[in-house]
């Protein structure tokens, strides 16, 4: 009989965490999701990486992540890190209740869904793109811009990769309708730190992912 109640307690305590996890994710998904209907504010940036009057920024996410470069054949018979393709492979969080919430996934894939600032045909090695990790909306985006690291106090770390404007050239709704990307129209790469090519020397072929971190602001229309 004890044995019986003891089983029954501990299974009335799974329920429990069980609920309680799902309430947190839930008040998560809440919190990141209705944070698409509000407005961040971006750092002063510099014209040049500053998207156009008419959109404002509508979500921040801070990037742990790499980069990853190729050393390729150059001109005068050496060799070279090259960031062509880009590679990145990044998770953006925001702080839900003092703590860490993925929000994003940033890596490389072809444009499945062009707008009309997509080059077409759509490179077959892909371009940015970022997918919410609650609804899978997507957002492609090209560079337009860039600053130098180091050169502004919304770029400040030296010998950082560059911060970047970046407009968008493809988005797409999730699977079941969800838009929380599917409207961006620029994101901004800012606060650099890390992920410069490496300055080894390196056989070709041969591949490094160089970690940094950043954060990306998003926008939309007004």
Same mark, same amino acid.
């Given at each position: 009989?004890?044995?019986?109640?003891?089983?029954?307690?501990?299974?009335?305590?799974?329920?429990?965490?069980?609920?309680?996890?799902?309430?947190?994710?839930?008040?998560?998904?809440?919190?990141?999701?209705?944070?698409?209907?509000?407005?961040?504010?971006?750092?002063?940036?510099?014209?040049?990486?500053?998207?156009?009057?008419?959109?404002?920024?509508?979500?921040? +996410? /801070?990037?742990? *992540?790499?980069? &990853?470069?190729?050393? $390729?054949?150059?001109?005068?018979?050496?060799?070279?890190?090259?960031? =062509?393709?880009?590679?990145?492979?990044?998770?953006?969080?925001?702080?839900?209740?003092?703590?860490?919430?993925?929000?994003?996934?940033?890596?490389?894939?072809?444009?499945?869904?062009?707008?009309?600032?997509?080059?077409?045909?759509?490179?077959?090695?892909?371009?940015?793109?970022?997918?919410?990790?609650?609804?899978?909306?997507?957002?492609?985006?090209?560079?337009?811009?860039?600053?130098?690291?180091?050169?502004?106090?919304?770029?400040?770390?030296?010998?950082?990769?560059?911060?970047?404007?970046?407009?968008?050239? +493809? /988005?797409?709704? *999730?699977?079941? &309708?969800?838009?929380? $990307?599917?409207?961006?129209?620029?994101?901004?790469?800012?606060?650099? =730190?890390?992920?410069?090519?490496?300055?080894?020397?390196?056989?070709?072929?041969?591949?490094?992912?160089?970690?940094?971190?950043?954060?990306?602001?998003?926008?939309?229309?007004?």
């Amino acid at each position: 009989m004890s044995c019986n109640r003891n089983q029954q307690l501990e299974r009335t305590a799974q329920v429990r965490t069980l609920f309680v996890a799902v309430l947190a994710l839930a008040c998560a998904f809440g919190t990141v999701t209705s944070a698409a209907a509000q407005k961040v504010t971006s750092p002063t940036t510099p014209a040049s990486i500053t998207p156009p009057a008419g959109n404002s920024a509508f979500l921040e +996410g /801070n990037a742990i *992540g790499s980069q &990853g470069y190729i050393c $390729l054949p150059t001109s005068d018979g050496g060799t070279s890190w090259v960031i =062509n393709p880009a590679r990145p492979e990044a998770t953006l969080t925001t702080n839900v209740f003092g703590l860490p919430v993925q929000i994003i996934t940033h890596f490389t894939s072809i444009d499945a869904n062009p707008n009309a600032n997509a080059i077409l045909p759509v490179s077959l090695g892909g371009n940015a793109t970022w997918q919410s990790s609650f609804d899978t909306s997507k957002v492609w985006a090209s560079a337009t811009a860039h600053i130098d690291a180091g050169s502004d106090p919304s770029c400040p770390n030296e010998g950082s990769i560059p911060c970047l404007l970046l407009q968008s050239i +493809g /988005n797409q709704k *999730g699977p079941t &309708g969800g838009r929380l $990307l599917s409207n961006v129209t620029f994101v901004q790469r800012l606060n650099t =730190n890390g992920g410069s090519a490496p300055t080894s020397a390196c056989t070709v072929g041969q591949t490094q992912l160089v970690p940094y971190t950043a954060d990306y602001y998003f926008f939309h229309a007004e």
